[in-house]
């Protein structure tokens, strides 16, 4: 918590759509958020659907652009900003982000290392230790296409590890997974927040949220409505579970729009 | 770093690509093997035919007033024929004395005479295929005047047909000889006067070339086509729809680096597919040369002599697979999944076979400007090297030019894959034509792709039942024209429920935008005279269609002529170009993409090449108007006065040569020229100024509107 890792500086992504009546309407997806996280810290983002959470995690990932407002990554003394260099820091999940089908884990991950400027034997050792980690041993050779949801998952975050980023950033990583499956992926991101890594990720589990994150925002209609730990926030409200927390915000939210 | 990075992309992409089933039946088996076994399929076939043919007996019935001249000759025919046959079955060659007949094609055949007293009607026997041909033959004015009856539908009756005449050609010389001979000259004197002889300049070599020619380059085309397609969905569309492109697009690699390894990726799959195909190919070229060398004597070919030839080839075939990746890229990259791009693609291949075509028109050379020209291009060089013509710069300006599109192409393409609404964009302006009427809402303005189908489909079908109905019935078909272009967007804007008001721009207007529209219209009209006799002078040809095609519509009454020719287009045409089309467009693009897109389209839909830019540039500027407007009347008014007025100068002559002898100067002088600019730009700017003030009010009054 002492060092900040990613810092986000008053995004803006506006998206325009064309509305009927001639009307051409901008819609800001992402409505001036900032956002600082540190080092071994976990921040969960809560919010519905449409909220603009896909949104604020590819700007902050350097996937999209922002309209306005500014990314950047603190990496010993230095602030990165540039999209290529902040990539190189960042390990990203999305249910987007499929696997190439066609190929084995180990090709794809030997591919990743030239691409992320590893060397031969750097990368070799990489695979074996995330081989271990994820005990991808019985398929890493397989074509990802042949393998079982489960499988594919832990073939994703090994993508995610190769190069040893600072950041994580995970879109729902735990959407449509079983008990076990998502229960190895909530122990990953403890294990690597021991490590001093930086986690940010979305979910619509509330519980999960609850037990793993330091620190969680609310997002409504592309702004922050609530942010604080999961303890301080049901405090604030005087609700018993972060579920209710997250009605009330979102109910008020509605009534203060109509008025 | 940057080159290490591309090749570990080529090297994924290619493993991609070349684990999938579909790319290497594409590439592979098509060509390996594919071609071979159809091309050895179709020798047999050819050779069934020909068999069959062998066994082939004609019936031929002479009815002939001659003494039975014409019959004994085809008879003596037909049995040496018959008796060659029966001696030498299935010895190929007959070389017997006196020669028995071959036809042209150097079959055998018999005949046989049926006696023509059998037949009473000869036009059933032929329909009924009982004889194949019926000789009918009476004497007029001194001479013989043979009918050769025959059925031009059955296979064998057009056969007996042409021996029946080689026959005939015999027969006349026989009986020439005859009179000559009786007339007491020289046969040989009278009939051959002078000896002539082809001798072909061109070497062995060449005129294998020139055979060559005719279908090397356009197979190269089409194989190259094929092999960059498939890899070129794939790298595109294809990475969209499995959900990779975001994967990828996490790497730090830029858009640049990844657009490249793509198209080297599918280039290069492209050059491979292209060579098997060449190589397929020209082993069974070989096979076939083989073959014929045994059989006949035919010349000998050095090969060595087309090295030249070959290498300008492999260099052309390099630089083509470079433009048709890239373009094809570029139309895939705006599809989201296979279905689509195939969609895409489909126009895309036309449009290229058609432009390799030109390449084919005899008489088409290879100049500066078809240098330049893609496709076509490659076609021209490749054809040139086979028979020998070089010509360096030529050679440097196809390659040159063909590298350099497609460099431009995938500068255009690395902007693609930078831009986020291909990427994360979500599929808006689909066809609401075929959705379940009851899931519409009513409202808005119709979508793009429904209009892009409204469009083509009153396009196609004014080309085929709007020439028809013109031509049948005149100024009434081209009414009928008009009543098609009203009422089939106008069916489809009121099926899928959309806002009639809207879609077609029905809004009042203020007074000044009308007057306005005079003006620019007005200012127009001399303008684009001055244009189009311009134009006109470049296609001398074709204009006089133009002009003729029109007199004939002009030659009705003059009230009923204005209401066809200029009040019907100014309802219709406006309802649909400066109405739906526009506001579609407008909905999904920006005001001058929207206009241009309008004008070219108006443009295209008068079908003439003449007139496409003239029209197009008068769709402009009626769109402009209709723009500045808001509404449709003004165009509807300025469509009008502009049709009204070339109505006038066909119909009234005379009135109109008096008040405007410029228009009917067979020749524009240059002061002319001035005048009609001066005078049109003066009348524009007029236009334009009106316009501003116009837009000024209706801005104001939106604006209380919103207030209240």
Not at chain 1, 61 to 80: A, D, F, W, Y
Not at chain 1, 120 to 138: C, P, Q, W
Not at chain 1, 161 to 178: A, K, N, R, S
Not at chain 2, 582 to 602: G, P, Q
Request: glycine fraction near 8%; include cysteine.
């Amino acid at each position: 918590m002492e060092k900040n890792r990613i810092k986000a500086d008053c995004l803006v992504k506006t998206f325009t759509r064309n509305e009927k009546k001639n009307k051409k309407i901008d819609i800001n997806a992402v409505d001036g958020i900032s956002l600082s996280i540190g080092e071994g810290e976990i921040v969960g983002i809560l919010g519905p659907n449409g909220a603009g959470k896909t949104t604020l995690l590819r700007m902050m990932s350097k996937l999209m652009r922002p309209t306005s407002g500014m990314v950047s990554i603190q990496i010993g003394e230095k602030e990165i900003t540039d999209d290529i260099e902040v990539k190189r820091h960042i390990g990203y999940l999305s249910n987007n982000t499929k696997l190439y089908g066609r190929l084995s884990s180990r090709e794809l991950l030997r591919m990743l290392g030239v691409l992320y400027g590893m060397s031969k034997e750097d990368t070799e050792k990489k695979i074996e230790e995330i081989s271990e980690i994820l005990s991808m041993g019985s398929f890493i050779d397989n074509r990802i296409e042949k393998l079982s949801t489960g499988q594919t998952q832990r073939a994703s975050i090994a993508r995610c590890l190769v190069h040893d980023p600072q950041v994580y950033i995970f879109d729902e990583p735990t959407l449509g997974l079983d008990i076990l499956s998502s229960a190895a992926i909530i122990d990953f991101m403890k294990k690597e927040r021991g490590r001093g890594k930086t986690i940010l990720y979305s979910t619509h589990y509330m519980e999960e949220a609850e037990y793993l994150c330091d620190r969680i925002l609310m997002i409504h209609r592309g702004k922050i409505i609530s942010e604080g730990a999961p303890e301080g926030l049901k405090a604030q409200t005087g609700k018993g579970n972060l579920r209710d927390v997250f009605a009330e915000l979102i109910e008020k939210e509605g009534i203060a729009d109509e008025h | 770093m940057s080159t290490k990075i591309i090749k570990t992309l080529v090297k994924k992409e290619m493993l991609d690509v070349f684990r999938d089933k579909k790319t290497v039946i594409m590439m592979l088996v098509i060509p390996v093997i594919l071609y071979p076994l159809i091309f050895i399929g179709a020798m047999q076939v050819v050779a069934m035919i020909s068999s069959s043919m062998e066994a082939q007996n004609y019936r031929i019935a002479v009815d002939a007033e001659d003494d039975g001249a014409f019959s004994r000759m085809l008879a003596e025919k037909g049995q040496k024929d018959d008796g060659s046959k029966a001696s030498e079955a299935g010895g190929g060659r007959t070389e017997e004395s006196g020669g028995a007949e071959e036809d042209a094609d150097g079959e055998n055949y018999t005949i046989t005479l049926v006696d023509a007293g059998s037949i009473t009607d000869y036009e059933r026997a032929l329909n009924d295929e009982e004889i194949d041909v019926y000789v009918s033959g009476a004497m007029q004015n001194g001479k013989m005047q043979y009918d050769i009856y025959y059925l031009s539908s059955a296979t064998n009756s057009s056969y007996a047909r042409n021996i029946v005449l080689d026959v005939f050609d015999e027969f006349k010389e026989e009986l020439t000889e005859e009179k000559i001979r009786a007339a007491g000259l020289d046969v040989h004197e009278i009939l051959e006067p002078v000896l002539y002889e082809n001798k072909d300049t061109a070497s062995s070599e060449q005129s294998l070339g020139s055979i060559m020619g005719a279908v090397l380059p356009f197979m190269l085309i089409i194989s190259l086509m094929m092999g960059t397609m498939y890899p070129a969905i794939d790298t595109t569309a294809g990475e969209r729809e499995r959900g990779t492109l975001e994967t990828i697009l996490t790497l730090p690699v830029t858009s640049r680096q990844l657009i490249i390894s793509k198209f080297l990726t599918v280039a290069l799959i492209g050059i491979i597919s292209a060579l098997l195909n060449i190589f397929s190919m020209g082993g069974l070229a070989f096979y076939m040369y083989q073959i014929m060398d045994m059989q006949t004597e035919t010349q000998s070919f050095e090969i060595a002599k087309f090295l030249p030839a070959i290498l300008v080839c492999m260099l052309a075939v390099f630089a083509f697979s470079l433009f048709v990746s890239a373009v094809t890229m570029c139309v895939t990259s705006f599809a989201r999944s296979y279905k689509e791009a195939n969609n895409y693609i489909t126009p895309l291949m036309l449009v290229i076979m058609l432009t390799g075509y030109i390449g084919f028109i005899p008489n088409i050379e290879l100049t500066q400007t078809m240098a330049m020209i893609p496709v076509a291009n490659i076609c021209l060089l490749i054809k040139n090297m086979l028979i020998f013509k070089i010509d360096y710069t030529a050679i440097a300006v196809v390659l040159l030019s063909n590298v350099a599109y497609a460099v431009l192409a995938i500068l255009f393409l690395s902007r693609i894959y930078d831009s986020e609404s291909i990427l994360f964009g979500d599929g808006k302006g689909g066809m609401q034509l075929f959705e379940r009427r009851s899931n519409l809402q009513k409202g808005g303005v119709p979508t793009v792709s429904d209009v892009w189908f409204v469009v083509s489909l009153t396009i196609v079908l004014i080309l085929y039942a709007g020439s028809m109905l013109q031509l049948k019935f005149g100024l009434a078909g081209v009414f009928g024209t008009q009543l098609l272009i009203l009422f089939i967007p106008l069916f489809v804007v009121v099926y899928t429920k959309r806002d009639l008001c809207m879609t077609y721009g029905f809004r009042k207007t203020g007074i000044k935008n009308f007057l306005g529209g005079i003006f620019l219209i007005a200012g127009f009209i001399p303008i684009n005279l001055v244009i189009s006799v311009g134009l006109v002078s470049l296609l001398p040809d074709s204009a006089e269609n133009v002009v003729t095609v029109f007199d004939e519509l002009m030659s009705g009454n003059l009230l009923s002529v204005l209401f066809v020719i200029a009040l019907a287009p100014a309802v219709c045409e406006e309802m649909m170009f400066r109405g739906m089309i526009f506001h579609a467009m407008k909905e999904k693009y920006r005001i001058s993409t929207a206009i241009v897109i309008v004008a070219v389209l108006f443009g295209i839909y008068h079908m003439s090449l003449v007139k496409l830019i003239p029209t197009g540039l008068l769709g402009f500027v009626i769109c402009y108007v209709a723009y500045r407007a808001d509404s449709i009347y003004p165009a509807m008014l300025m469509h009008f006065l502009n049709n009204a007025f070339s109505v006038l100068i066909s119909c009234c002559p005379e009135k109109m040569e008096s008040v405007f002898p410029v228009l009917y100067r067979e020749t524009l002088r240059f002061s002319d020229v001035m005048q009609l600019l001066g005078i049109g730009l003066i009348l524009v700017g007029i236009g334009l100024v009106i316009l501003q003030k116009g837009k000024i009010r209706g801005r104001e009054n939106k604006m209380q509107k919103g207030i209240e």
